[in-house]
């Protein structure tokens, strides 16, 4: 069994660009986190999705950032005209969801950097 | 609402020393908790849990003791190894869905020959 699969493992772009982010969870896992990690930093929750209902969106920095599960399972991350504090490592998780003690299973994450 | 504090670091120790990386949380009823580890360049994965007051639990020569009476969920382990140089992230888990999932800020730990 794969774990959870994050491509690309490292992304460089120029700042205003759009860039695309995307994560294949575990199979059967009903539950997806994205998170983002900024350097020496914690993890600032970003959007749960959880089954077809409808996603957390509430960690969002702003109206740039946009995240979609297709099927419940493969799901991308999307940073519209991307800014150099955006720059960060992007986690995805994903866990079998509904269940309180569930951990979440990561992924390697992508270094995004804006340049 | 729930929280999660961690001992900030860094925290540097030479190898066979004793570890203990503090954590507390604040929450209403009984919250599972976590431990996970990040080693270098690797995303997060989960070094091991307890989900009621007493539990311990235990891998790779890790423990934690869910410690209701004092809210803690310290990690320990007896002699540590280079190997265990990572950043260690306490968590909580109150119900299910992203609003009831809370990271601390992680503690770095380097282990030095």
């Known amino acids: 069994g794969a774990g959870v699969s994050q491509s690309p493992s490292n992304k460089v772009t120029e700042k205003g660009k759009d860039v695309e982010l995307r994560c294949d969870p575990i199979?059967?896992?009903?539950?997806l986190y994205w998170y983002r990690q900024s350097l020496g930093q914690g993890l600032e929750f970003l959007i749960y999705f959880q089954g077809n209902s409808a996603p957390d969106k509430s960690g969002l920095p702003s109206d740039r950032f946009s995240a979609e599960r297709t099927g419940g399972s493969v799901s991308t991350l999307t940073i519209q005209r991307t800014q150099q504090e955006d720059s960060a490592v992007y986690l995805c998780?994903?866990?079998?969801?509904?269940?309180?003690?569930?951990?979440?299973?990561f992924g390697n994450g992508t270094r995004l950097t804006v340049t | 609402g729930d929280s999660v504090t961690q001992m900030e670091g860094p925290v540097t120790l030479s190898e066979e020393a004793f570890l203990t990386i503090n954590c507390t949380y604040t929450?209403?009823?009984?919250?599972?908790l976590f431990w996970y580890v990040q080693y270098p360049g690797e995303g997060l994965q989960l070094l091991l849990k307890?989900?009621?007051?007493?539990d311990k639990g235990s891998n790779k020569g890790f423990e934690a003791t869910y410690r209701k009476e004092t809210t803690s969920f310290h990690l320990e382990k007896g002699s540590v190894q280079v190997s265990d140089s990572a950043v260690y992230f306490c968590?909580?888990?109150?119900?299910?869905?992203?609003?009831?999932?809370?990271f601390g800020t992680g503690t770095r730990l380097t282990v030095i020959p």
């Open positions: 307890a989900t009621k007051a007493d």
């Open positions: 968590a909580l888990s109150h119900g299910t869905g992203a609003n009831n999932l809370f």
């Open positions: 998780a994903s866990s079998l969801g509904g269940r309180r003690a569930s951990p979440l299973h």
């Open positions: 199979s059967g896992h009903t539950a």
């Open positions: 929450a209403t009823g009984y919250p599972s």
